[in-house]
């Protein structure tokens, strides 16, 4: 195999890294737009100059195409796509998906895509579809993982893909993610999530895509088949998903639809192009609707979108500010904030891959209180040394009589002043307190008391908070401050 994926970069368990393919090299997250040759709104060489780095396409269609099968076998797939990045196949499921059978077997499929010079192949596996039973759901996954080990036997060094299906249920999942893994297998696709996406259920998909990482081992190259709108990339980076394949910004484009990094507009609707991509910068909203290329036009303006958002998420995995872009992308729809605070209920398991120090931390309402790095620092806390008595104080000022005197931020908690500096601490802003972030704090101070039975506490605050602390930390002596 000659797939090697190398970590440069990570935020939550989100990665910005290198996929090398057959002396290629992807940068991620990146996305793969999907190439159907005979609709070739915007060509790969189009692409390409785009920044465009891989592209998908099928092997089905290209089988039984009278126009590009026999091309594609005697050219092979790059030159027949004019482009010079890697180039991944899908088998036919997609076709499975849709027409419940196709007409090729899972050998000849694998035969045709090695043939064609595709760079990554796809094994014929089955898309179980949401509402599947646990048994049909059981079955077909046997029937993907007998294929993927057939793929395996008979292309041993072959860039295999290894899809991870289970349907719905979260344990079949996993257990399909360690059967992959057990593979030895680099680059794993999460499959038939499509009609997850497409009912707005990403609760659910962060559940099937998080017990998929679960078996998965961290360095794979995790795809997410199907995931098309730029509104939703952010919050699977964070899940950590590394690739993307899309046909949105074609399918859209002829539906008159307009992407925008949180949702999408008919053209119709629109009086203005509030995008700075060269279709937008070059005609107004009424000159897009009346053109004669306005198909291959909107299909340009989708693509540049989708670009820039993956950009977008690259720099912010960098920059360990990807919290709050998938707080902010995640706002743009009610079923997209249901998934992200699904993501934030599994923030103990992330944590583990979080970065202990990033540039800041930004609180954006009740949702921050559940970051990872909040929950580090609650288990920080403990650790803290104290004496018999002990003073947390709200608005930093101590008072005479105590052996410790701890400061008090929320939403993370106590702290000695020597990590007034470090972060969480330092590098936090927040803006007035609120009753939920205080709340998250007064965690903090229980996790010290639990961990000190022999120190007295004493906290600190005005009348405004007094309540609140009494409700969250019972049995802590209140020194309330007069105003």
Known sequence: MTITFEVIHKDIAGRAGRLRVNGRTIRTPALLPVVNPHLPLVT?????????????????????????????????????????????????????????????????????????GSDIIVPLDIPTPPDASRERAERELATTMGRIREARELFPDANLAGPVQGGIFTDLREEAGRAVQDLNLTFCPVGAVVPLMENYRYQDLVRVVLAAKRGLSPATAVHLFGAGHPSMFALAVAMGCDLFDSAAYALFAREGRYITPHGSYKIDELAELPCPCRVCRSMTADELRQSEDRERLLALHNLHVTLAEIARIRQAVQDGTLWELVDERCRSHPRLLTGYRELLAHAAYLERDDPVSKRRFFYRGSETCLRTEVLRFREVIPRIPLGERVLVSFDGREVPGFDTVLNFKPPFGPYPTELAETFPIGQSEIPEWDDDMVRSGCAGIRALMEAHPESRLTIRCDDAWARIVLEEVPGAEVYREQV
């Open 44 to 116: 790969p060489r189009e692409m390409q100059e785009m920044g465009v780095e891989a592209l998908i396409t099928n092997a089905y269609i290209f089988r039984r195409s009278t126009e590009f099968c026999d091309r594609a076998l005697a050219e092979g797939l790059h030159a027949v796509l004019d482009f010079d990045g890697a180039v991944m196949t899908d088998s036919g499921s997609f076709q499975l998906s849709v027409y419940g059978e196709v007409e090729v077997s899972n050998r000849e499929t694998l035969e045709f895509q090695q043939a064609i």
